[in-house]
Every structure is written in C-alpha cells, then in structure tokens.
C-alpha cells in the first residue's frame, strides 16, 4: 500500500513570467468522427469536477461549445473568469504576421472571452492559407510555407504586449527550437505543450525545459487510445498504453486506475497534463491523483516503458526543414 510519504505535489505551476497554470487540465481535442458539440458538456462537468484549467485550439474547432460551457458556468456563479486557465493555441495556416491577430480573435471571440491565458504556437512548421482549410493540399502534398517560427514568436510577444493574451509558449517544439527561440527573442516560452507518456519518456527535453525554467504540459498522457483505426501508427502507437501490463500493477498495487497512474507519473515530475474525456465519471476520476505517491521504483518501472512511441504527428511535412520530430 501507499507508504508514509509526502504525497504533496503542487495543484499549480508557477511559470516563469510569475503566473500560475493549474496543474491538471481538461484537453479538449476530439478525433474528426466525433462531434465537436459534445465537448460543451464535457467543459460544464469539469468545472463542476474542481477543474480550473481548459485546453483547446483554433484547429480542434470546438472552441464555440467551450465558450458557451464558459459563459453557463460564469451566469450560474460557480466561476468568475479569473478563476479560470484558458489555452488555445495559433494554427499553422496563421503564421504570416498579418494573420497571428486574426486567428487569436477568432478564438477569442468563440469562447466568448476578452483574453487567453495562454496562447502557444501549435507547431513550428507553417502552412498556406487556403480559405478555412486547416491542411491545404495540392497534387497529395500538403502546402507548406518557409516562415521562420522565430517570426512568428515575434507575433507572440505582441499579443502579448498587447495584454490579450497573458502568457505565451509553444507546443510540439524540439530542444534545438526552443534553443533558437531563447538565442533570438525577447520574452522566453513560458510553455512547451509536448506529447509526454511512458511510451515516450523525452528526459531530455524535461531536462532542458527544466533548467530553462520552461514549464511542460504533457498531452495524450494516455496514448490517445479514442483515435479511430485509420489514425492509428500501426504496431508502434501508444494507442494501447492502458493497458500495458506494468502500468497495471502499479494501479493494482496502490488501488487505483491505470490512468490515475500515469497522471501522477506527470504531476509528481512538475509536468501539467492535460486529460481528455467526455464521460463524467473519467472526468472525476481523473482529479483524484494528489492522495497517493508512486515509489521511486514505480517511476523506474514506468520510464523503463520507453519505446520512443507517439502518435502520428503532421508527417505529411516531414520533410520541410522546421519539422521537429526524429
């Protein structure tokens, strides 16, 4: 059973601009056969739930539905705005210098909201804008453009200046970005919103963003086992991590859920981490993971699952020279 140690982890991560991101938050993302309505529901439970913390982007295109979640739990008095950690994130088709303010008022103006919390570059490679469309293709190749995402965290650092967004970092960015960046810009990411999971362990990146005072946010701490087959990496995705084998002894052995687990290996690191479910009592459950400690030797065992497995990233770009992933 649990042993008498300290089971303290902080609830929030002081970033390093001196404000503070709730630990546990609610992804949002849904695969395309979902409908992105249901995700209003989903918002309304876990602010009920204790959850402070919400994670969307322009591309998941739900952010209307969590405006309005928002707005409900606002009038009904549970919320004040303040009390809340709103992210969205800036969309590959929106890096030209013109477009960053245009895409951040969209998402604005869907959540119904006068400012972000925090507000990341979803990814450093930039693609053309063609109408609505989230991924241009021509002739089987998607349409990518040679913006420099040092430009565009110079478009960042004006929203921010401008006071809409508090905070800005970045997402799915490599260690040798985040060096650029650091090298060549004013205000340093407060975030970097990685894939993280014992699939996946990345002790280098934790260990660089940590002695950058760099927070990380760990997404699809599961494995994003709700992606529909044709979404799936063949044998090596980590579709299937809950159901690994270790991951269930451990839960065995302190009485808890799988996912339980792997959450606690995140926020007992300092990562925050962001869950995503639409079923109530996954929503609870996910919130129970401050009560218990994983040994040391249950955090071996989990890293000791690395296999360098994520899932399926934009590897349509792979070539273009800002892809970030091996």
């Known amino acids: 059973m649990d042993s008498e140690e300290n089971t303290q982890v902080a609830k929030v991560i002081e970033l390093n601009d001196g404000r503070r991101m709730p630990v546990l938050g609610l992804g949002t993302w849904k695969p395309p056969h979902l409908p992105p309505s249901s995700v209003q529901g989903a918002v309304e439970t876990a602010i009920a739930a204790g959850y402070r913390h919400i994670d969307t982007a322009y591309k998941y295109k739900n952010e209307t539905y969590i405006g309005r979640a928002l707005r409900s739990k606002i009038q009904q008095g549970i919320i004040r705005r303040e009390d809340m950690f709103i992210v969205s994130k800036l969309w590959c ?129 599961f494995g994003s086992p709700a992606r529909p087959p044709e979404m799936v990496n063949g044998e090596t995705d980590p579709h299937k991590l809950l159901e690994d084998p270790v991951v269930g002894e451990i839960a065995r052995k302190h009485r808890r859920s799988p996912a339980q687990v792997l959450l606690r290996y995140h926020v007992q690191q300092g990562i925050s981490v962001i869950p995503k479910s639409d079923k109530p009592h996954h929503i609870l459950d996910n919130t129970k993971i401050f009560d218990f400690n994983l040994t040391e030797e249950d955090m071996r065992a989990l890293k000791g699952l690395d296999r360098g497995w994520r899932i399926r990233g934009l590897d349509k770009v792979k070539s273009h020279p800002y892809y970030p992933f091996e």
């Not at 088709?93 to 969209?106: G, S, W, Y």
């Not at 930039?126 to 430009?151: A, I, R, S």
């Not at 905070?167 to 340093?188: D, E, K, Y």
């Not at 005072?213 to 701490?221: C, E, G």
């Open 93 to 221: 088709t929106h890096h030209a210098p013109e477009d960053i303010p245009l895409c951040l008022q969209k998402s604005l103006s869907d959540l119904q909201l006068d400012y972000l919390d925090l507000y990341l570059v979803h990814f450093p490679v930039g693609l053309k804008k063609l109408g609505d469309e989230l991924f241009p293709m021509q002739d089987g190749k998607m349409l990518t453009t040679d913006v420099d995402y040092v430009d565009v965290w110079r478009g960042m650092e004006a929203l921010q200046a401008s006071g809409k967004v508090r905070s800005i970092g970045v997402s799915n960015f490599s260690i040798l970005q985040l060096q650029r960046l650091l090298a060549l810009c004013r205000v340093p990411p407060a975030v970097n919103q990685v894939e993280l999971h014992p699939y996946l362990v990345q002790t280098d990146m934790i260990e660089f963003c940590k002695s950058k005072n760099i927070a990380l946010t760990a997404y699809s701490p």
